[in-house]
């Protein structure tokens, strides 16, 4: 099926993003774009600079990449802002988050400078492992939203921006549990904003903020944030793209890459265990419990969804899925995670899987703020509003609309997201049938 091209409006003028949380993932992410900028590395990691999209029959030839095919901010016209508990300038946490090495940051120092975040709106209730002086104070988390609001429209005005964009890049705030009644419709939702409920975390004050500003909106870590229907519907009102939740890095991108490989050739699974060494402060914050929880049920969801125990009950009718996180400071950034998948084959003969991934965190991350950035600006220029089911590419655990299950399975996020692009173009979808090839 394809359609008559969508029209979308021209990516004419700055594009400001917006970032709430500027540690490492986020001033990885900002000092890359800098540095690729200057000419200094290559976007690595980045689908919308370094992908191509293949259109019309596999014999045509026509293979274009991503950012040419489909109108996006570029490069040179990003402007970044956000917000966080500490006062360093950009430069300052780069440092201190210690993932790229020194003599790259020094080059593009002055740039990095200009970046400092304004006071965050934050409350060590959602966040048990962080003490922040640089934070917003006085009246109810309305008032504060309210504040967050003046700082997007003012970052507009001072920086001549023509649209703006945001990425939740903080740390990961306490489990909450969805099915409160304030979360499930707008209004009580409000009231309860007003009302300083504690089931309001920091995160849902800035997504509001952003939405009610007509900005798009995607949330990188496990907490809710936007995952609930009446910030859903908020969204919908104001025709706004958003999306979420948990960037799809480390172990999980292992995981949704070697799972759709064992189903698709009707292995079975026993179990798998995964656990992780790591040092940054993302990993001294999942250090408590209730922060883990938020991630583990992130992190833990993934598997039953692509397996499909209840479809192949022989195969996966009986996994022991295990996930740890152990804050070990030595390893920085730099985590190490381990799996050991317990896999077994014809007649049921147990095999043996053992990955060790020696990763680097905000490496992989910060490409796909960069493009969360770039596509939530298309579908937001493109018209589309609401959950963005087609970014769920870039997920540990993507929302869906109600009642529909999350698509976990990376191959299947990918021709996903490439055929929304072609259906946005007005191009013919790729359903890989290709029988025209052999008449
Ligand atoms: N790096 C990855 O691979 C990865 C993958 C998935 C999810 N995440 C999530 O992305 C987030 C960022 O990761 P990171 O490694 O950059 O962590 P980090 O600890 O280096 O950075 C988080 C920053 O957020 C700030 N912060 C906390 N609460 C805030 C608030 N209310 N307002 C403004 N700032 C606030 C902290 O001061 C800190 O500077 C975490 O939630 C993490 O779980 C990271």
Known sequence: ?????????????????????????????????EAIKKGLAKPVGSVTQMGTIRLGKRTDNRSPLIKDFVPLA?????????????????FDAASNAGVLDR???????????????????????????????????GGSKWDLMEKVREDIRNFKSSQNLSRMAMVWCGSTEIYMDPKDDIFKDLSAFENAMKQNHQSIAPSMLYAYAAIAEGVPYANGAPNLSVDFPAMVDFAKAQDVPIMGKD??????????ILAPGFKSRCLGLNGWF?????????????DDPESFKSKEVSKLGVLDYILQPEVYPDLYGDIHHKVRINYYPPRGDNKEGWDNIDIFGWLGYPMQIKIDFLCRDSILAAPIVLDLILFLDLASRSGMRGIQEWLSFYFKSPQAAAGL???????????????????LKGEELITHLGLEYYD
């Open 247 to 256: 960037f799809k890095t480390g172990q999980t991108l292992m995981k949704t």
């Open 74 to 90: 570029g490069l040179d016209d990003l402007v970044f802002g956000g917000w966080d508990i500490f006062e360093d300038s950009c």
């Open 405 to 423: 299950y999350p698509e976990h399975d990376i191959f299947i996020q990918l021709m996903k997201l490439k055929n929304t692009l072609r259906y």
């Open 274 to 286: 995964s656990t992780n060494i790591l040092g940054n402060r993302d990993g001294e914050v999942l």
């Open 1 to 33: 099926m394809n359609k008559p091209s969508t029209k979308i409006v021209e990516p004419d003028g700055k594009l400001g993003v917006l970032l709430p949380g500027m540690g490492a993932v986020a001033t990885t992410f900002v000092a890359g774009v």
């Open 103 to 137: 003599y790259l940051l020094e080059q593009i120092k002055p740039e990095l400078e200009q970046t400092r975040p304004w006071p965050a709106v934050f409350d060590k209730q959602y966040v048990k492992k962080l003490d922040g002086t640089h934070v917003k104070s």
